[in-house]
Nanobody, 126 residues
């Protein structure tokens, strides 16, 4: 059974930084693309960033480009989301997710992801 456990969320002032981590277990990590999504209060969950299985390709939603960086360490079975220049509108619960199919390219769509973490709260104060 795949388990994804996020950590690193918290309260930060606007302009600050946070680094989220997502530790995976249960199946071979290196063969699966990973993604980060977020859900703000009263809104639907949205795509934030994704990284290919080897880490060479990354994708971002427009609102975080230039501020967030997704990366992975396959030796540690962990994916990261470095968030800089945080804004109040980044406030949300952040979820990591693992693609259903091995060796598939990353997707921006939730349906492509078969496993999800429990989420970690990020709150950015103005």
């Amino acid at each position: 059974q795949v388990q994804l456990v996020e950590s690193g969320g918290g309260l930060v002032q606007a302009g600050g930084s946070l680094r989220l981590s997502c530790a995976a277990s249960g199946r071979t990590f290196s063969g699966y693309a990973m993604g980060w999504f977020r859900q703000a209060p009263g809104k639907e969950r949205e795509f934030v960033a994704a990284v290919s299985s080897g880490g060479s390709s990354t994708y971002y939603t427009n609102s975080v480009k230039g501020r967030f960086t997704i990366s992975r360490d396959n030796a540690k079975n962990t994916v990261y989301l470095q968030m800089n220049s945080l804004k109040p509108e980044d406030t949300a619960v952040y979820y990591c997710a693992q693609m259903r199919s091995r060796w598939s390219p990353p997707s921006t769509g939730e349906a492509s992801y078969g496993y999800w973490g429990q989420g970690t709260q990020v709150t950015v104060s103005s």
